[in-house]
């Protein structure tokens, strides 16, 4: 045998971590594991031994630990953290490897942290990485753009991230995250995905996809005495709706699957009811909606508007209503694009359409986007604090509005939208009652402490109560 084929076998000792920032939401909607993770860990050969540290599940990262190296995977909210830990473990003589989206973008700087950074999909170089571990020859840096293209989506090894992260099985009330494609053709201004993954538009075969629900529900799910408690999936896909044919045959197939799940789609793919119906026989709970504007021209603006209409929005709410879909809508604010009286008229349509869970955020101009680029060129950024990249803080130059009245603003609206009216409201008109008030109710908490903490920091005066009944 030659001494490479030897080597090959050599068993590495990593350790995959998901780091967590200081302004990382708290919410319970986050899915058991870490995609990124989830993809790294199926693509290393089984004879290499795995541990997962996932700070979203307050897992402890053992920086003593004996590790060959580790990997860290990064979001542009978590990336102050990663390095945090990645210098950590480099200090204890720790090879690290950072790689993800935030990286991809700003290499860089990440490579001020580690000793290897990776930029893009992992898929067809992480084993030319393990190949250099192998051999003592770690380059400091690999970059996707050397490789053949990702046309394949790798299936997920379930049984195999269940052991690596040791997370306890979970009820139909915690996710488990999976996905069917991957890729988005659009290009919206503010996202991240036409630079990354977008161009490539790809779909798990028929067979990957039933066999890893099976074995996701061997690995994760607990079934519980509960009437009618089925396995619950957040279907990670960027946007599952891309092409129509392959959608409705992925819902099909999820129909046969027995399984509930949650899904990202945008408004144009639920502008038919035979999809809506389709979404909901197969098991669909909740589609996320990137709405961003009931302002046609703000759509224009973000390169959105052949995507969504702002005419259709009200319709497209009503029709999944009606079949008995809920529709968490995703709005965005933007101090040159909206007025403080635009604000004031979203909160109002939030209420008289009984919106389900509205996510109203800042516009954030995240590295990557076609947006970041335009901002940073004109100087117009005003924070680089990763940590402040929640879509909760504006972080750019306002022409119209200085940072802390809009900040303020946007503040109340997001609250006034969780008015006990509308949570009264919202709770009779959509499918879903229970998961619906308990939901607002803890909206309605965090951002009536957020706005709290805001006023007081601010020396502003506090909100009068009697607005947000
Ligand atoms: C599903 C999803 C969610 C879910 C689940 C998130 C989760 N924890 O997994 C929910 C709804 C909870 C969510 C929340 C948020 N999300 Co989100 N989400 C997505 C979505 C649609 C898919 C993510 C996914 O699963 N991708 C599949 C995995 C496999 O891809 P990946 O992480 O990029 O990993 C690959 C490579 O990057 C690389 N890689 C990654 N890590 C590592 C590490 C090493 C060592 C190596 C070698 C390689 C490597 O290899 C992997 C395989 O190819 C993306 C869109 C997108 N294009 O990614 C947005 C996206 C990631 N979300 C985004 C944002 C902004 C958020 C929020 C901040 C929103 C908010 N205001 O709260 C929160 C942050 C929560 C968090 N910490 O992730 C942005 C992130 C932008 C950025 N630069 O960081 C994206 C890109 C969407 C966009 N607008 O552009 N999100
Ligand atoms: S449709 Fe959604 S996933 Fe596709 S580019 Fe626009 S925001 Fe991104």
């Known amino acids: 045998m030659s001494k490479a084929v030897v080597d090959k076998q050599k068993s590495l000792k990593i350790l995959f971590v998901a780091p967590k920032g200081k302004k990382d939401s708290k919410t319970n909607q986050k899915p058991l594991f870490h995609m990124a993770i989830g993809v790294l860990v199926s693509l290393t050969p089984p004879h290499h031994d795995i541990e997962i540290a996932d700070e979203h599940f307050d897992d402890t990262v053992n920086y003593d630990g004996d590790y060959d190296f580790v ?33 991809s973008f700003n290499p860089e700087e990440a490579a001020r942290h580690a000793d290897c950074i990776v930029c893009g999909e992992a898929e067809n170089l992480w ?26 989506i790798v299936p997920l090894d379930y049984k195999r991230i269940a052991e690596a992260s040791k997370r306890e099985k979970v009820d139909s009330t915690k996710s488990i995250p999976i996905y069917i494609t991957r890729g988005c053709p659009y290009k919206c201004s503010f996202c991240v995905t036409p630079n ?70 945008s408004m144009n793919f639920l502008e038919d009811d035979e999809t809506i119906k389709k979404l909901v026989d197969a098991g669909c709970n909740m ?21 969504n209409s702002a005419d259709k929005i009200v319709e497209v709410i009503e029709r999944c209503r009606k079949a008995g879909l809920n529709i968490q809508a995703n709005f965005l604010v933007n101090p040159d694009l909206d007025s403080f009286e635009d604000m004031d008229e979203l909160v109002k349509f939030i209420g008289r359409n009984n919106v389900f869970m509205p996510i109203i955020q800042i516009i ?50 997001y609250y006034q939208s969780y008015s ?21 109710l803890a909206f309605r908490k965090h951002l009536r402490d957020q706005l709290a903490t805001f006023e007081k920091n601010h020396a502003l005066k506090p909100t009068s109560k009697k607005n947000i009944f």
């Not at 009437?227 to 044919?245: H, Q, R, T, V």
């Not at 589609?287 to 046609?296: C, D, H, M, R, T």
């Not at 335009?374 to 022409?399: H, P, Q, R």
Request: proline residues 4%.
């Open 71 to 103: 990997g860290i995977t990064s979001r542009t909210i978590d990336a102050t953290r990663a390095y945090e830990i990645a210098d950590e473990f480099r200090k204890k003589g720790t090879r690290v490897i950072l790689g993800g989206l935030h990286v």
């Open 127 to 152: 084993q030319t990485v393990l190949d250099d571990v192998v051999a003592g020859n770690l380059k400091p840096s690999y970059d996707a753009k050397d490789f053949p293209p990702v046309k394949q």
């Open 196 to 265: 990354f993954t977008g161009t490539l538009y790809r779909r798990q075969a028929d067979d990957d996809l039933k066999a890893q629900i099976v074995a996701a529900k061997e690995a994760f799910f607990k079934s519980t005495d509960k009437k009618n408690a089925k396995p619950w999936f957040m279907l990670c896909d960027e946007n599952l709706g891309i092409s129509k044919s392959k959608l409705w045959n992925a819902l099909d197939l999820l129909k046969e699957c027995d399984i509930m799940f949650s899904v990202f789609l």
């Open 287 to 307: 589609a996320l909606v990137g709405f961003e504007s009931i302002k046609q021209s703000t759509l224009e603006a973000y390169n959105k508007g052949h995507v």
């Open 364 to 413: 954030t101009p995240y590295p990557g986007t076609k947006m970041y680029h335009e901002y940073k060129e004109s100087g117009l950024i005003t924070d680089e604090d990763w940590e402040k990249y929640n879509a909760l803080n504006l972080v750019v130059k306002s022409k119209h509005y200085d940072p802390v009245s809009f900040q303020h603003k946007f503040m109340q609206i």
């Open 420 to 440: 006990w009216k509308n949570i009264v409201n919202r709770v009779r008109a959509n499918p879903y009652p229970l998961i619906n008030l308990l939901s607002s």
